[in-house]
């Protein structure tokens, strides 16, 4: 089972930049590629982006498109989420998924 490892959340002013890391370890994220999702307060958890492992393609849903960007380095085995042009509403707890397996989550608070 694969073991996962947010960082890089923390304060930012709206408008601003902040690139989380998803390190994994116990297994190859090739298998099954990453996604990110974040929860809110108060809301559900949502799915925001993925990207398949072997091509590189990504998917991201519409409230972060344009704005986020996911990546991966094979090399180690990390994956990465750049948010630019951050908004209030983008403070949540982001969280990285492969596989079935879930990190703790970075908080990422955006102020106004």
């Known amino acids: 089972q694969v073991k996962l490892v947010e960082s890089g959340g923390g304060l930012v002013q709206a408008g601003g930049s902040l690139t989380l890391s998803c390190a994994a370890s116990g297994r190859t994220l090739s298998a099954y590629g990453v996604g990110w999702s974040r929860q809110a307060p108060g809301k559900e958890r949502e799915m925001i982006a993925n990207?398949?492992?072997?091509?590189?393609?990504?998917t991201y849903a519409d409230s972060v498109k344009g704005r986020f960007t996911i990546s991966r380095d094979n090399a180690k085995n990390t994956a990465y989420l750049l948010m630019n042009s951050l908004k209030h509403e983008d403070t949540a707890v982001y969280y990285c998924t492969s596989g079935g397996s879930w990190g703790q989550g970075t908080q990422v608070t955006v102020s106004s």
């Open positions: 990207i398949n492992w072997r091509d590189g393609s990504t």
